[in-house]
């Protein structure tokens, strides 16, 4: 059963829209019930934590206490438990997943649920007006399982993820298409030698792409959609892009209210006249745990990074960091599979030494 619990926490993570309820002011959902729950177990147990985890978790409950008393009292509660809590879950679940046969089965059932979710009930389905589930977090996490798969299995990594690349234009979301660009132009950038005998292939497959998109995508969309994708003047935008562009508007110039630790965890909608997240990890880390927390959570990504030697790997792994400049996630369970790959494939590295022992 350890060995296939992520799969678990990613179904309870994605669902959170669902299974939630108020306790006062507070917000509660059955994903936070279950890392208490598993986290009390680990505890009672051998726990193993990388020094770097060690300092991250300190700082971020300390710097949070003290905002709380000292700066702003409008923070998020609950992440100041779960956000450490993940990271020790972290620890834990890749110290007990396998990439066997069943894990990678496991990946593939788990996809293919999500992508299912993605088409039906998603605020962006095809074929039924309901909104059980966010598109870009969905597709946040079906990124997330395709790294999670075994390294060994390229092919089918490259598979899932033209679909969910083809499927993101689909259902009119464009932060993978973002990241893939981002990546698309790093790994020409540092692997330009090995690249070079494929321009001709990439500059076919980029005109057949521009001419599809520009003749029978775009043309068929609506002239709320079209606008998505123009570029223009902010004015001329969708209400929804207006909004989002005024918002990180104000997160940029109100970060330097608190600029070293932060505005707390959970402050950047509370603290928001628009009550909105930034959808955007870099700015959201600023604003609420200032530059140190900032500088931290990078630090988290680059030790994270999978080994050169696998490019597909690293070409997922830029992809993601280019997504989450559209997206939230410290407080989303996707990001924390690509912190739990990483230690999955340095085992040796991670628990040679007990860190914290009970």
């Known amino acids: 059963m350890k060995k296939y619990l992520v799969f678990l926490f990613i179904l309870l ?63 998020s509660l609950t992440s100041i438990l779960t956000v450490p809590l993940k990271l020790i879950l972290v620890v834990y679940l890749a110290k007990h997943t396998k990439e066997s046969k069943i894990h990678l089965q496991l990946c593939f059932l788990t996809f293919i649920l999500l992508f299912v979710g993605l088409l039906t009930i998603s605020d962006a389905s095809l074929f039924f007006d309901v909104e059980l589930l966010n598109r870009n977090e969905t597709i946040a996490y079906l990124l997330s399982i395709i790294y999670l798969i075994p390294n060994n299995k390229k092919k089918l990594k490259i598979t899932l993820l033209i679909l969910l690349i083809l499927t993101s234009f689909a259902v009119q979301s464009r932060q993978i298409v973002i990241g893939l660009i981002l990546a698309l132009i790093i790994f020409s950038f540092l692997n330009f030698r090995k690249f070079f005998k494929y321009v001709p292939l990439i500059i076919i497959i980029s005109i057949s792409l521009t001419y599809y998109f520009t003749n029978v995508y775009y043309k068929n969309l609506d002239e709320y959609n079209k606008r998505r994708y123009e570029i223009s003047s902010v004015e001329s935008r969708t209400r929804a892009d207006r909004v989002r562009f005024f918002n990180i508007v104000w997160g940029i110039e109100n970060s330097s209210k608190s600029l070293l630790i932060g505005q707390g965890t959970g402050s950047y909608v509370r603290l928001n006249p628009l009550k909105k997240v930034s959808h955007n990890s870099y700015l959201t880390s600023l604003f609420e745990n200032g530059i140190v927390g900032l500088i931290m959570f990078l630090i988290l990504l680059f030790k994270s990074k999978p080994n050169k030697q696998d490019k597909l790997a690293n070409f997922i792994f830029i992809i993601m960091m280019g997504q989450i400049i559209f997206i939230e996630s410290i407080g989303k369970f996707f990001i924390y599979i690509y912190f739990m790959k990483s230690i999955m494939l340095n085992k040796e590295k991670y628990f040679s030494k007990t860190f914290i022992k009970k």
């Open 13 to 75: 993570a994605i669902s959170e829209r669902l299974l939630t309820f108020e306790i006062g002011s507070l917000n509660i959902g059955l994903f936070d019930i279950s890392i208490v729950v598993v986290s009390i177990y680990i505890f009672l147990n051998k726990i193993y934590i990388p020094k770097f985890y060690i300092i991250f978790i300190s700082y971020f409950i300390l710097s949070n206490i003290f905002i709380f008393f000292f700066i702003n009292n409008n923070v």
